[in-house]
Nanobody, 124 residues
Framework: QVQLVESGGGLVQPGGSLRLSCAASGFTSDDYAIGWFRQAPGKERERVSCISSYDGGTYYADSVKGRFTISRDSAKNTVYLQMNGLKPEDTAVYYC?????????????????WGQGTQVTVSS
């Protein structure tokens, strides 16, 4: 069955970096749009980034543009989120999700399978 497992979260100081991994199984991640989302305490879950399988197009929320980079490793069936220049406001649980289609959409309801999440805490 479709499964997504996130890893790579942790505690980091402001200005630091983390790389999150989303390991996919039960499907070929190259064939689907994969999104990264985050949810901070008391806030709604929001899309941070997405990579399309149509043309490899990438999308970023304005709040992370220039700091985060999404990428795929086809051989490992894994999607990454490289996060640089982390800020305290990036603190959240980060989730990856698969959309049963090749285009990226912003709405959470467009995504069909979700991982369990990984905690990212940015604090001095």
């Amino acid at each position: 069955q479709v499964q997504l497992v996130e890893s790579g979260g942790g505690l980091v100081q402001p200005g630091g970096s983390l790389r999150l991994s989303c390991a996919a199984s039960g499907f070929t991640s190259d064939d689907y749009a994969i999104g990264w989302f985050r949810q901070a305490p008391g806030k709604e879950r929001e899309r941070v980034s997405c990579i399309s399988s149509y043309d490899g197009g990438t999308y970023y929320a304005d709040s992370v543009k220039g700091r985060f980079t999404i990428s795929r490793d086809s051989a490992k069936n894994t999607v990454y989120l490289q996060m640089n220049g982390l800020k305290p406001e990036d603190t959240a649980v980060y989730y990856c999700a698969q959309r049963s289609g090749y285009m990226c959409y912003e709405s959470l309801s467009e995504y069909d399978a979700w991982g369990q999440g990984t905690q990212v805490t940015v604090s001095s």
